[in-house]
């Protein structure tokens, strides 16, 4: 503790992006309210509001009520000037979008992609996308102030480089942080889709919980950790990554594209459903056809669905053990199969603990389509509020 902090102090508050978060979400209005939330000392939210106002992050609005000193000047978040871009790629589809100061989406659409048309082609036309959707959603005056990104594969966060990502040709080693900026006078930040959707969905759905798992389950699958509150990464930023998890009872044990057999990604996820129909001679050529598919009753389907089911719960049933998070909650198109969901319950209450499993939250994702650039746009806020 130093020696401006309070005893006792909170640790939610303790940095500048916290301030603001707290200042957008409507719980602060005030530099008492913030030192009284975040238990630092008045004179060390004063200096980080008035380092806040000067970025044009914070600004003044007035006076507030007095509790019977002098009246309070008024904080509010300048959700008219500044504009966030946000990028949430995947294997066939991104989501862009702009968002305001506060982290709420202004505008977003989707768009078709082909991943392997690989990084340069791919990158240079979201950017493209995702400054003119800025142009046209923004008001007079606002200023771009950074874009955040979310990529379907392994991100090293401190470089912004990807790392050995399966069914991504040509974008191994590249430096998305590097390339985005050389085209770009903002901030960029770059992290793995799953990070970005448990950031989403914990700020926007479930902030008061203390620890989480969020689970992606599209063509591929990932998750993302909240562990004491905020986005757990490890040491390489890849913790979270189950894709390639072994899955013992899979029989036979496929091989799986980063050479071993009987991983997650290759037994469960959207690709692996697609393969194995395919395999069975049914017209299925992306996920939303295997999901058609359910919908209709098909058994063939059904069944590789409860199976694969089986399987994330399996490998989820180590993690809860192991972390005994409050909520276990699934994304992506899979999230939509209630066989596959129906399946990954029964295992987690069948071989968790009853301890991990008394109070645990399994559940869909709530905040829908948006949640990665949500994420994405958190992130960014986060950066320009504390930057390196």
């Known amino acids: 503790m130093t020696d401006d902090e309070a005893p006792g102090a909170a640790v939610r508050g303790a940095n500048a992006g916290e301030m603001l978060r707290l200042v957008a979400t409507g719980a602060a209005a005030s530099r008492a309210d913030l030192a009284r939330l975040s238990g630092l000392s008045p004179s060390t939210v004063s200096q980080r509001v008035e380092t806040l106002i000067g ?6 609005v007035g006076a507030g009520r007095s509790r019977g000193g002098r009246r309070p000047r008024q904080l509010e ?7 966030i871009g946000a990028v949430d790629l995947g294997a066939r589809h991104a ?7 506060a982290g709420r989406v202004v505008e977003s659409r989707s768009l078709e992609v082909r991943i392997e048309d690989g990084p340069e082609s791919v990158l240079g036309t979201l950017l493209t996308e995702v400054t003119g959707l800025m142009r046209g959603a923004s008001g007079p005056g606002a200023v771009l102030r950074g874009i955040g990104v979310g990529i379907p594969g392994p991100v090293q966060h401190s470089t912004g480089r990807i790392v050995s990502p399966s069914r991504m040709p040509g974008w191994n080693g590249f430096d998305v942080v590097g390339f985005l900026a050389g085209r770009t006078d903002v901030p960029v930040v770059v992290d793995n889709d799953a990070n970005l959707m448990a950031l989403g969905e914990h700020r926007w759905q479930h902030p008061e919980l203390d620890h989480a798992v969020y689970v992606k ?15 757990h990464r490890g040491g390489q930023g890849s913790a979270g990554d189950i894709s390639h998890c072994r899955v013992f009872t899979a029989d036979p044990a496929p091989l799986c594209s980063c050479g071993n057999t009987g991983c997650l990604e290759a037994v469960a996820s959207g690709a692996a459903l697609v393969g194995a129909l395919r395999e069975r001679g049914l017209p299925v050529q992306s996920l939303p056809d295997v999901m058609r598919l359910i919908d209709d009753g098909d058994r063939h389907a059904t069944a590789l669905a409860r199976t694969a089911g089986r399987s994330i719960g399996e490998i989820l049933a180590v993690v809860v053990n192991f972390f005994n998070p409050q909520a276990v ?8 199969c209630e066989p596959l969901l129906a399946s990954v319950r029964s295992v987690l209450y069948e071989r968790c603990l009853p301890l991990a499993t008394q109070t645990l939250l399994i559940e869909r994702l709530g905040t829908g389509a948006d949640v990665g ?7 960014v806020i986060d950066r320009v509020a504390d930057p390196l």
């Open 55 to 60: 970025r044009g992050l914070l600004r003044e």
């Open 77 to 83: 978040v300048p959700v008219d000037t500044v504009v």
């Open 95 to 101: 989501r862009i979008g702009t968002l305001d100061l």
């Open 217 to 231: 389950a599209g063509t591929g699958i990932g998750a993302g950790v909240i562990s004491g509150g905020r986005l």
């Open 329 to 336: 909650a699934i994304g992506g198109l899979l999230a939509d």
């Open 373 to 379: 650039i949500l994420g994405a746009g958190q992130l």
